[in-house]
């Protein structure tokens, strides 16, 4: 079977084209003014999805469910962790900061992991969450649209996520960017350390 001159030209040119998609997606991800935290969530300005889960068992907090996200005095942060997730123990202690210093409301979705493991991680880290629900399958994960843990998020009193925020709050720029949100979230004082 003989092949047209056009058609061997084409081919001949396929595995350049390739490498140049390919190139502009590694230079693309090379960017230095690219965010990887800044991942669009089609939750913001939509309600809380429903979801229903136990607390962990060992652990003195109730579960958690999207009931408990509506109605609140104010807004709430969602901290979605586990005791495997070396970056979670990282922001650990800025999460309790931002509760003991500033009067934070925080709830937690411990995300795939072993009851036994999570108590014995806040024994040992401290408990700063007022709720805790144990999402042992993933599903809950899944309606939020986790793409790993650690994420945050910032539920407005009506029970509407206002912020997401990918990653551990680690570092200055990191935290400076949560608080703004908590601030604009009217989740705490811009005066407040």
């Known amino acids: 079977m ?3 001159e056009p058609m061997r030209r084409t081919l001949a040119f396929a595995p350049l084209v390739i490498a140049l998609v390919v190139g502009a997606f590694f230079l693309w991800g090379l960017n230095p003014d690219r ?3 800044e991942i669009p969530s089609v939750l913001i300005a939509q309600p809380a999805p429903a979801f229903s889960l136990g607390p962990i068992p060992g652990v003195p907090a109730l579960g958690l469910s999207r009931k408990n996200l509506v109605n609140n005095e104010g807004p709430i942060v969602l901290n979605v962790f586990a005791s495997w997730c070396v970056p979670c123990r990282a922001e650990h202690s800025v999460l309790t900061s931002f509760v ?4 934070v409301t925080l709830f937690g979705m411990n995300y795939k992991d072993k009851s036994e493991d999570a108590a014995r991680w806040l024994a040992e880290l401290g408990n700063p ?10 599903r809950a994960g899944l309606e939020w649209g986790i793409s790993g843990v650690p ?3 910032i539920v407005a009193s009506d029970g509407t ?3 997401r925020y990918v990653g551990p709050i680690v570092g200055e720029t990191a ?6 949100a908590l601030v604009e979230a009217g989740a705490i004082k811009g005066d407040q350390n």
Do not use: Q
């Open 151 to 153: 994420e945050t998020f």
């Open 161 to 163: 996520v206002v912020f």
């Open 175 to 180: 935290i400076k960017k949560f608080k703004t």
């Open 35 to 37: 965010d990887p935290n």
């Open 100 to 103: 003991e210093r500033n009067g």
């Open 129 to 138: 969450y007022e709720r805790i629900g144990a999402d042992v399958s993933g």
């Open 2 to 4: 003989l092949r047209s």
